[in-house]
T-cell receptor, first 115, second 114 residues
Framework: DAKTTQPPSMDCAEGRAANLPCNHS???????VYWYRQIHSQGPQYIIH???NNETNEMASLIITEDRKSSTLILPHATLRDTAVYYC????????????????FGTGTRLTIIP | DTGVSQDPRHKITKRGQNVTFRCDPI?????LYWYRQTLGQGPEFLTY????????KSRLLSDRFSAERPKGSFSTLEIQRTEQGDSAMYLC????????????FGQGTRLTVV
């Protein structure tokens, strides 16, 4: 079962920052927070991940609270192409502990960018 | 490298028939995942391989489902005696462990059972 809670939908005006929240109150100390998005009829696309420090890449920023119970994905200047379902995922340790865990998706947040 | 490739993109089959899907991961990726996604839901984990070894299977993977990765490269997912409830998008993803931490997904195979 997914270990995260996200709002089912959000709207954001084009050009503004989109802030997508995620709650993961039961996260374990060694679990990472991952964000993926899925544009209609495509496979999910990796965005960013982090453990406890804030992270930034060319796509987005990830802000993780100090207690690690929640996080926010920030798309700094949203465009129409950012319209998608965004998934916040906490990685589940695999039984073989190979170092990467399977991704358990919830239902995500459907983000709509408004022109 | 063109990314993760899945074939076919679409499959329509009659109930009771067997179907097989293929996934070609990114070259040299040692980890391969299969997911299933129904309308309005997030992808559900089915199984994954580390090289040719199948390391974990979801309870969703009934006896009618079987996945293989015989040479540690491409993988196949077979569904026997298909049911209407098997209609879904079947997604494949690959990653290189432990160096990389992101999984790359294919475009999926959309199965419709009539």
């Amino acid at each position: 079962d997914a270990k995260t809670t996200q709002p089912p939908s959000m709207d954001c005006a084009e050009g503004r920052a989109a802030n997508l929240p995620c709650n993961h109150s039961t996260i374990s100390g060694n679990e990472y927070v991952y964000w993926y998005r899925q544009i209609h009829s495509q496979g999910p696309q990796y965005i960013i991940h982090g453990l406890k420090n804030n992270e930034t890449n060319e796509m987005a920023s990830l802000i993780i609270t100090e207690d690690r119970k929640s996080s926010t994905l920030i798309l700094p200047h949203a465009t129409l192409r950012d319209t998608a379902v965004y998934y916040c995922i906490v990685r589940v340790p695999s039984i073989s502990n190979f170092g990467n865990e399977k991704l358990t998706f919830g239902t995500g947040t459907r983000l709509t960018i408004i022109p | 490298d063109t990314g993760v490739s899945q074939d076919p993109r679409h499959k329509i089959t009659k109930r009771g028939q067997n179907v097989t899907f293929r996934c070609d991961p990114i070259s040299e990726h040692n980890r391969l995942y299969w997911y299933r996604q129904t309308l309005g839901q997030g992808p559900e984990f089915l199984t994954y391989f580390q090289n040719e070894a199948q390391l974990e299977k979801s309870r969703l993977l009934s006896d009618r489902f079987s996945a293989e990765r015989p040479k540690g490269s491409f993988s196949t997912l077979e569904i026997q005696r298909t049911e209407q409830g098997d209609s879904a998008m079947y997604l494949c993803a690959s990653s290189l462990e432990p160096q990389n931490t992101e999984a790359f997904f294919g475009q999926g195979t959309r199965l419709t059972v009539v």
